[in-house]
């Protein structure tokens, strides 16, 4: 019995008295069981926390029932887990069939963005594209609920790489440290013969608040 009482995985209770083993056993469980219990069944639980569920051992020693209780944690119920379509322009939804963005719990899946303005119109500089994809990607994340600084990965779509140098300078422009992935993608074309740079992005919301970086062996120069 000591052993079992000096076990944190074991809890051993009874009521004392002449009774019988088997009254002794009944009182001995109810004893252990929070109200509103029952053996086998989940424990009441806050909301996010952990989740508890008695076990019922056979009993060991006379007039006494071992119980164990098993913990398990509970999802988070204060994260939104549904699928959410961000849509600006309902031409391109209804039309293309896609969202600008799609939000599913904290994360952001943002579709490419072009270098098209305001008036519609696709500047023949390279790097106004560039500066206007982020303008737009800026703009889709906050209306997500996300900032820039949420990005954890970026990816980019070039139709001349050797316009990538210049596309680094815009990219920090609006990228600081500690940066996400980035991947760079040369292709032969995109949606119109005038665009040369599309941006898309996956952002978690609220990453942005804490970063930090970590130097796997690598040396800074």
């Not at 069944?41 to 076990?55: F, K, L, N, Q, Y």
């Not at 040369?196 to 609220?206: C, H, N």
């Amino acid at each position: 019995m000591d052993g079992h009482a000096n076990n944190p995985l074991w809890t051993i209770r009874a009521r004392p008295g002449g009774r019988s083993a088997s009254n002794r056993e009944a009182n001995s469980a109810q004893a252990l069981r929070p109200r509103g219990d029952r053996a086998g069944a989940p424990s009441r639980s806050t909301e996010g926390g952990p989740i508890s569920r008695i076990v019922t051992i056979p009993p060991s020693l006379p007039g006494f029932r071992v119980t164990r209780r098993v913990t398990r944690r509970a999802p988070r119920q204060n994260v939104r887990m549904e699928r959410e379509a961000i849509i600006r322009n309902t031409d391109t939804y209804d039309n293309w069939h896609f969202a600008e963005a799609t939000v599913v719990g904290r994360t952001i899946w943002i579709s490419a963005q072009r270098g098209v303005d305001e008036r519609d119109q696709i500047p023949r500089d390279p790097m106004i594209q560039a500066r206007i994809a982020f303008r737009h990607l800026e703009r889709i994340l906050h209306d997500s609920g996300g900032t820039l600084d949420d990005i954890v990965s970026l990816t980019s779509y070039h139709t001349d790489m050797a316009h990538l140098d210049a596309f680094r300078a815009i990219k920090d422009e609006f990228i600081r440290a500690p940066y996400p992935s980035w991947t760079f993608v040369g292709v032969s074309a995109l949606a119109s013969p005038e665009m040369v740079v599309e941006i898309s992005a996956i952002a978690v919301i609220g990453s942005g608040r804490r970063p930090t970086e970590r130097l796997l062996g690598a040396i800074r120069r």
